[in-house]
């Protein structure tokens, strides 16, 4: 199993835009074989930072999720929305002790 933990900010004037492209792509990866959990989250602490926490069964299912048509148009329009600061890392799971 991988997890993948990150956040990226955008600017309060677009977050409205870029919520209901973060939406779509919520519903979509969900529906992606191998996508165990996939969200975003506003820090309510520091508004317009955003926190992504993923799931994934293997990392070649996380590979094939950046090839889908969703994440490509995510990827393609994040410009224009003002997207920035990305900070996204993968870390592979064991079947060490939940806490």
Do not use: N
């Amino acid at each position: 199993m991988l997890a993948v933990i990150g956040s990226f900010r955008l600017p309060p004037d677009r977050q409205a835009e870029a919520i209901s492209e973060l939406q779509r792509v919520v519903a979509e990866t969900l529906k992606e074989p191998g996508c165990l959990a996939y969200s975003y989250a506003e820090d309510i602490g520091e508004p317009g930072l955003f926190r992504v926490t993923e799931l994934w069964t293997t990392r070649a299912a996380l590979e094939v999720h950046f090839t889908t048509p969703h994440m490509r148009h995510w990827a393609e329009i994040r410009p224009t929305l003002g997207f920035h600061d990305r900070h996204v890392m993968a870390y592979p799971l064991g079947d060490g002790e939940q806490l």
